[in-house]
């Protein structure tokens, strides 16, 4: 099946502080994936569309100076929070599917955000 | 603006004793309906996609129905190891491929 490695698992970090997560298709090729935050009893909300060799598509409200995304390969895409303050804290998931858009998707298992 | 409505918030159940989760949806152009189970701490797992009003899928324990306004997961005799978030979700026409969550229904069973 299609496994979705995110690395790391875990970050604590003074505010200021520039933090990357790493997000791995395993087993497929993604030319799309996508990145989610989610705060404690509440939705999954979706950040940015990041696309294989082009840039990210940010949703409403998201700066795109903050959270850098660069998908440089088919398998995988990253994240940077930069200059990150208490308030980014929270839980980072990403997400990619195979084929076409209407197959599910597959996330890996997050990254917990702690800014001190 | 598409949406999703996750009911109930919480549900709690004895082992054995069957239930339904439920998940009302508005969407313009319904590409798939997509059920996740989520463990805390954990990113979401995949359990079934419904594409079409009247699709039924099934995985164990548990089964998922599709109307034009809502789904339904069935949980048929659960065990404690059934307890997690339940999350739903769509995919519109209009979207690149993302999803629109609910906010889970979060699952308890007791032995």
């Known amino acids: 099946g299609a496994v979705v490695s995110q690395h790391p698992s875990r970050v604590i970090c003074k505010s200021g502080t520039s933090v990357k997560i790493e997000c791995r298709s395993l087993?497929?090729?993604?030319?799309?994936m996508f990145w989610y935050r989610q705060f404690p009893k509440q939705s999954l909300m979706l950040m940015a569309t990041?696309?294989?060799?082009?840039?990210?598509?940010?949703e409403q409200g998201v700066e795109k100076d903050k959270f850098l995304i660069n998908h440089a390969s088919l398998t995988l895409s990253t994240l940077t929070v930069t200059s990150a303050h208490p308030e980014d804290s929270s839980f980072y998931i990403c997400?990619?599917?195979?084929?076409?858009?209407?197959?599910?998707?597959?996330f890996g298992d997050g990254t917990r955000l702690s800014i001190l | 603006e598409d949406q999703v409505t996750q009911s109930p918030e919480a549900l709690r159940l004895q082992e054995g004793e069957s239930s339904s989760l439920n998940c009302s949806y508005t969407?313009?152009?319904?590409?798939?309906l997509f059920w996740y189970r989520q463990d805390p701490g954990k990113g979401p797992e995949f359990l079934f996609t419904?594409?079409?009003a009247g699709e039924e899928k099934e995985k164990e324990r548990l089964k998922a129905t599709l109307t034009k306004k809502e789904s339904f997961l069935h949980i048929t005799a659960p065990k404690p190891e059934d307890s997690a978030t339940y999350l739903c979700?769509?995919?519109?026409?209009?979207?690149?491929?993302?999803?629109?969550f609910g906010k889970g229904t979060k699952l308890s069973v007791k032995p």
């Open positions: 997400s990619a599917s195979e084929g076409s858009r209407n197959q599910p998707q597959h």
């Open positions: 087993d497929f090729q993604a030319t799309t």
């Open positions: 990041s696309n294989e060799g082009s840039k990210a598509t940010y």
């Open positions: 969407v313009s152009g319904l590409r798939g």
């Open positions: 419904l594409y079409s």
């Open positions: 979700a769509v995919q519109g026409e209009g979207s690149q491929g993302n999803l629109i």
